[in-house]
């Protein structure tokens, strides 16, 4: 998925979703943005759903395609919509491969299981959108342990700070998903609410 100059898209959608973007430039850049979005005056209704829907794609690194079709499932749902799209993306491979911290960006996450260096259940996968669930156990391929990429987690293994519904075993480069993701808004850059109406006109 090739996304563009990360911090023009970031500016302009005005939140560091990039790990490049994390910086106190970016947020000199932003205060000096938000005194002249003020004098502009307000945006329309159209413009902020669709930031908020741009942050949350960027932040997941999903496509259009995607992120319309899990939005149309958790709709379809019926049931705290907001909560199962949420749900959905924290459970992509991609993502859980950084939540666990072995890559750390979502970018670097999804070339990883691309490449094959993932393992789900004993099978070797290289589809970032696979869903995990509760049970699967998620570990890094044998042949790819020594790789510069997974030498460098050892390092700061003891710092990772993984979510509570995954359980790591750091010296094993092994993981389970012991409960269903949950939704913690203070976690996120974007208003799911804001994506949802977005879809829904």
Do not use: C
């Not at 690194?61 to 939005?71: F, I, S």
């Not at 970018?107 to 259940?121: D, F, K, T, Y």
């Not at 699967?136 to 509570?164: M, N, W």
Request: hydrophobic share 35%; glycine share 4%.
């Amino acid at each position: 998925m090739k996304i563009g100059p990360k911090f023009k898209i970031a500016k302009r959608l005005g939140a560091a979703i990039f790990e490049k973007t994390q910086s106190q430039k970016f947020e000199i850049s932003q205060a000096r943005a938000g005194r002249t979005r003020q004098r502009g005056g307000q945006s329309s209704d159209y413009k902020r759903q669709f930031i908020e829907k741009q942050k949350m794609r960027f932040s997941y690194a999903v496509t259009e395609k995607q992120l319309r079709r899990y939005v149309n499932e958790a709709i379809a749902s019926g049931h705290q919509p907001i909560n199962h799209l949420m749900e959905r993306l924290e459970s992509r491979l991609d993502n859980v491969v950084y939540r666990l911290d072995f890559a750390k960006t979502r970018l670097q996450a999804r070339q990883m299981v691309s490449h094959g260096h993932i393992v789900v259940n004993g099978k070797r996968l290289n589809i970032p959108s696979h869903k995990v669930t509760v049970g699967d156990v998620i570990t890094v391929r044998e042949g790819s342990k020594p790789s510069a990429l997974f030498t460098a987690f050892s390092e700061r293994a003891e710092q990772s700070v993984v979510p509570t519904w995954l359980k790591l075993d750091a010296k094993k480069l092994t993981a389970t998903v012991v409960s269903i993701p949950t939704y913690n808004p203070s976690e996120t850059l974007f208003d799911p609410e804001q994506v949802m109406e977005f879809y829904s006109r």
